[in-house]
């Protein structure tokens, strides 16, 4: 079935460590997304990308790096300098024109103790 | 720039009773509009989209809305609510000249199906 993978579902990690969120997708769309998810705050956008080897910064980038080697695949590092990490993360993905909706993986809840 | 606000953080309801998410946006060129919904701990799915054309769009699950574009908004309904309906819900707006498909956000609307 086509879809968007985020792995793993739950994270751990301690104050001060690199982690990377892993995102998957095998529809075949050019752009990808990373959100992050506060209660009560929406989604924000952290990066985006359009095409392999290119990337954008959104609103919230700062802590965050991003790759994209594939089309398939835009892993998200959440740094050390992320100074509040704890969230929940979404990846999707689309065909790039706006009239088609994004579709959306799972998520990722990471939680930094 | 362009934003979307939803007016209510939480709507209670009883079961079988209609319901009504409000959405304005804030934009100055054409948008196109979505509702996705969330269950708890997963990602979005798309409830419903307005591109163009009728401004009442049917979506999934019963759920319908209606683009007014005088008063910028976006309002979700339903005629009768099933407790399956609990979820978090979200108005987002995109932009029609966009090459991007970035979407924009409302903060969400948390609705709680009563029995």
């Known amino acids: 079935d086509g879809g968007i993978t985020q792995s793993p579902k739950y994270l751990f990690r301690k104050e001060g460590q690199n982690v990377t969120l892993s995102c998957e997708q095998n529809l075949n769309h050019d752009a990808m997304y990373w959100y992050r998810q506060d209660p009560g705050q929406g989604l924000r956008l952290i990066y985006y990308?359009?095409?392999?080897?290119?990337?954008q910064k959104g609103d919230i980038a700062e802590g965050y790096s991003v790759s994209r080697e594939k089309k398939e695949s835009f892993p998200l590092t959440v740094t050390s300098a992320q100074k509040n990490p704890t969230a929940f993360y979404l990846c999707a993905s689309s065909p790039m024109t706006g009239r088609t909706e994004a579709f959306f993986g799972q998520g990722t809840r990471l939680t930094v103790v | 720039a362009q934003s979307v606000t939803q007016l209510d953080s939480q709507v209670p309801v009883f079961e079988e009773a209609p319901v009504e998410l409000r959405c304005n946006y804030s934009s100055s060129v054409s948008v196109y509009l979505f509702w996705y919904v969330q269950y708890p701990n997963q990602g979005l799915q798309l409830l419903l989209k307005y591109l163009s054309g009728s401004t009442l769009v049917k979506g999934i699950n019963g759920f319908e809305a209606e683009f007014n574009k005088s008063q910028t908004s976006f309002h979700l309904r339903k005629p009768s609510v099933h407790i399956s309906d609990t979820a978090e819900y979200f108005c987002?707006?995109?932009?029609?000249?966009?090459?991007?498909?970035?979407?924009?956000f409302g903060q969400g609307t948390t609705l709680q199906v009563k029995p």
């Open positions: 987002a707006v995109t932009l029609t000249s966009s090459n991007t498909g970035k979407l924009i």
């Open positions: 990308s359009q095409i392999v080897n290119d990337f």
